[in-house]
């Protein structure tokens, strides 16, 4: 398969790219070396070859999930410059 002229125009209606001469001899160049390669790849062999997740040989360190109490509200409260049961409460900004 080899990107025509007709395909760049195409492509560019759809993706809402703008165009021109210079522009889409570049693109036909780009996508036919890309085609290209992608050629070579099929034409390797790999009957034999196992699917490889990882090139690293370790495995994950695995631990247990524990449910820890996190940001209570009486906590973050503590925090506030002015005293309130339920708000945090901030000096005004706005003037």
Known sequence: MTITKD???KISKLSRIASNEKFEENMI??????????????EVKIENIKPLA???EQELI??????????EK??????????N?????VPKVIE
């Not at 049961?85 to 409460?89: I, M, Q, W």
């Open 85 to 89: 049961e339920d708000f945090y409460v």
């Open 29 to 42: 160049k780009d996508l036919n070396a890309i085609l290209k390669f992608v050629d070579q790849l099929n």
């Open 62 to 71: 695995k631990r247990d999930d524990e449910v820890k109490k996190m940001n």
């Open 54 to 56: 990882s090139t690293v």
């Open 7 to 9: 395909t760049v125009k």
């Open 74 to 83: 009486k906590d973050i409260l503590i925090n506030s410059p002015e005293e």
